[in-house]
T-cell receptor, first 111, second 117 residues
Framework: DAKTTQPPSMDCAEGRAANLPCNHSTISGNEYVYWYRQIHSQGPQYIIHGLKNNETNEMASLIITEDRKSSTLILPHATLRDTAVYYCIVREWNRDDKIIFGKGTRLHILP | GAGVSQSPSNKVTEKGKDVELRCDPISGHTALYWYRQSLGQGLEFLIYFQGNSAPDKSGLPSDRFSAERTGGSVSTLTIQRTQQEDSAVYLC???????????????FGPGTRLTVL
């Protein structure tokens, strides 16, 4: 079972920051938070991951609460191309095996 | 460079027929994964290969499903005696072997859409 809880859908205006929440209250000390997204008719795409510090890359920022029980993925300036299903995943570092995907959040970017 | 490729992109078959789905991973990736996604559902893990061996086949839904990988590269997922509930998008992913200092991101292919009539 997925160890994360996400809202099923969210809307965001184009050009605004999209903030996608994720709850992972049972996360253990050796587990990281990963985010993938799946644009319609494509395979999932890795976005970012983190352990306890906030992380930023060219795609997004990841904010993890101090108790690590929740996190927020931030797309700073959402575009129509960011419309996708976003998956928050909790997983041990550098596992070779399967990713357990939940239902994710369907993000709609509104023009 | 080239990403993960899958063929065919679409497959329509009649109930009871066998189908083979192919995955070409990224060159040099030792791990290969098969997932499927039914209409409106999340991604469901099927099987994972490390090299040519499959340490985890736990996601295969029935003995009609099998997969092999040869030469540590191409993999084939075979579904025998297809049923309508097998209709889904079958996704393949590959990754480098887990190491101490790098995240072995899974790179996904575009998928094969299987429709069983």
């Amino acid at each position: 079972d997925a160890k994360t809880t996400q809202p099923p859908s969210m809307d965001c205006a184009e050009g605004r920051a999209a903030n996608l929440p994720c709850n992972h209250s049972t996360i253990s000390g050796n587990e990281y938070v990963y985010w993938y997204r799946q644009i319609h008719s494509q395979g999932p795409q890795y976005i970012i991951h983190g352990l306890k510090n906030n992380e930023t890359n060219e795609m997004a920022s990841l904010i993890i609460t101090e108790d690590r029980k929740s996190s927020t993925l931030i797309l700073p300036h959402a575009t129509l191309r960011d419309t996708a299903v976003y998956y928050c995943i909790v997983r041990e570092w550098n596992r070779d095996d399967k990713i357990i995907f939940g239902k994710g959040t369907r993000l709609h970017i509104l023009p | 460079g080239a990403g993960v490729s899958q063929s065919p992109s679409n497959k329509v078959t009649e109930k009871g027929k066998d189908v083979e789905l192919r995955c070409d991973p990224i060159s040099g990736h030792t791990a290969l994964y098969w997932y499927r996604q039914s209409l409106g559902q999340g991604l469901e893990f099927l099987i994972y290969f490390q090299g040519n061996s499959a340490p985890d086949k736990s996601g295969l839904p029935s003995d009609r499903f099998s997969a092999e990988r040869t030469g540590g590269s191409v993999s084939t997922l075979t579904i025998q005696r297809t049923q309508q509930e097998d209709s889904a998008v079958y996704l393949c992913a590959s990754s480098l072997e887990a190491g101490d200092s790098s995240y072995n991101e899974q790179f996904f292919g575009p998928g094969t859409r299987l429709t069983v009539l």
